[in-house]
């Protein structure tokens, strides 16, 4: 008989361990101040890094779009779901990216998964980053295929991945010995999909993209660049990592429209045989209603504004390394960051709840983020920097976590 009271004992188990999560309700739109429990408070927990979310020009768009297409899309996109608006943002997405095409889906997580799972299958091997979004990592287990980690941006542990399971007369702990006693050769085949962040969502570190790609092309395998926290932030035009790493060649480059353009959706660049593949295969493209056509209209306001305004991501990158310095003359250790993703790593669990809620209590949200999240012994807050965050901001924030550590007497890193 099935266990009745399993969920109350999971739920207290992690309780117990600080690892429960409860949710907190916002009384007012997306930007640096914001209303929580009738107070306003400065926030540094969103992912609206250029402030476009609330944008004006933005909303109007997305007006006219609704007065245009309605709200909801009505079908999936290979039934009556698909609009000139989709096609439209995707040739700008195209256009910005440098690829032949683009698909447009109602997630970034669902992107995901209708990439990996439309590019391998079982019996494919896949290379992915320890530290790589959780999408990936459920897209590679729903694919069938092989996963192989490697140490978080660390492109010698690729290659030495590579390296040790190509190398011959390698038992697998995995298999048992035969009917004979003798234990079988490990079978591995070559990487088919290396597949990495660009910039990384709980540390704001970058990818060895350069090295990395001299590794997918080496081996023959495709290379698939989630640049969901990097589109819109990186890059003369702001398309990304890739844009400033000459040479790299990418199979496809996957995005969100819900971070730096401040909508909902996901994407994918790439070649035209790629998209179409992904339309005949991809379920998490096939097997859902379509992103809204207005949604579509305010990506593609965002996206306007995103190449008119690059003063908004040089701004904020310029912030990020101010606050980075603050807080390393401070002794917090900010894990190795180099972008607008700023962590203030403090170890356990109840370390990071009691550092968020005092910050809390002065008036600034920034959420604790712990395992599963991140792995064990490395939770952290992560503030989140967007470009209407000013100087005033950050002097507040680096005090109040001062301020929050002595009252508690942890001592700064050494």
């Known amino acids: 008989m099935p266990d009745p009271d399993f969920i109350r004992r999971t739920l207290q188990d ?179 999909l290396l597949v990495t962040d660009t910039v990384f969502s709980m540390d704001g570190r970058l990818a060895p993209l350069r090295e990395l790609g001299k590794i997918a092309e080496r081996e023959g395998a495709m290379l698939v660049l989630d640049e969901a926290h990097a589109l819109g932030i990186l890059g003369p035009t702001g398309a990304g990592l890739a844009e400033m790493t000459p040479g790299v060649t990418f199979t496809a480059a996957v995005g969100t429209l819900s971070k730096a353009l401040g909508g909902i959706g996901g994407f994918v660049a790439a070649s035209r045989e790629v998209c179409d593949l992904i339309v005949n295969r991809g379920r998490s493209f096939i097997y859902t209603t379509a992103l809204p056509a207005a949604a579509c209209e305010a990506a593609r306001a965002a996206l306007a504004i995103v ?28 894990g190795g960051s180099e972008t607008q993703i700023v962590p203030v790593l403090v170890g356990s669990p109840e370390r990071a709840l009691a550092l968020a809620a005092a910050l809390l209590a002065r008036g600034i949200f920034c959420p604790a983020i712990r395992p599963p999240t991140v792995p064990p012994r490395t939770s952290r807050l992560r503030v989140s920097l967007t470009a209407e965050h000013t100087e005033e901001d950050v002097a507040r924030l680096v005090a109040a976590l001062e301020e929050s550590r002595l009252r508690a007497g942890h001592q700064p890193r050494a």
């Not at 195209?94 to 590019?119: D, I, K, M, R």
């Not at 069938?144 to 697998?172: E, I, M, N, Q, W």
């Not at 606050?323 to 900010?334: I, M, N, Y």
Request: with cysteine; net charge positive; glycine share 10%.
């Open 307 to 334: 190449r008119a305004e690059p003063e908004r991501r040089r701004g904020l990158l310029a912030l990020a390394e101010r606050l980075r310095a603050a807080l390393a003359e401070k002794g917090f250790d900010t």
């Open 14 to 192: 992690l309780q117990a361990r600080g690892l429960e999560r409860r949710l907190t309700a916002l009384e007012s739109a997306a930007g640096p101040h914001v209303r929580i429990a009738g107070r306003e408070v400065l926030q540094f927990a969103s992912n609206n890094y250029l402030g476009l979310a609330n944008d004006p020009r933005v909303r109007e768009a997305l007006r006219r779009g609704v007065e245009r297409w309605g709200w909801g899309a009505g079908a999936s996109r290979l039934l009556a779901g698909h609009t000139e608006a989709h096609e439209a943002l995707e040739a700008d997405l195209a256009s910005l990216l440098g690829a032949e095409a683009a698909l447009v889906f109602p997630t970034g997580y669902q992107t995901n998964l209708g990439v990996v799972g439309s590019l391998v299958g079982r019996g494919d091997v896949v290379l992915c980053d320890r530290e790589n979004h959780a999408s990936l990592y459920d897209a590679v287990k729903l694919s069938g295929a092989r996963l192989v980690r490697y140490r978080h941006a660390d492109a010698a542990d690729a290659a030495r991945a590579v390296r040790a399971k190509k190398t011959p007369g390698v038992f697998s702990a995995q298999h048992p010995p035969g009917p004979s006693g003798k234990r079988h050769l490990e079978s591995f085949s070559p990487p088919r």
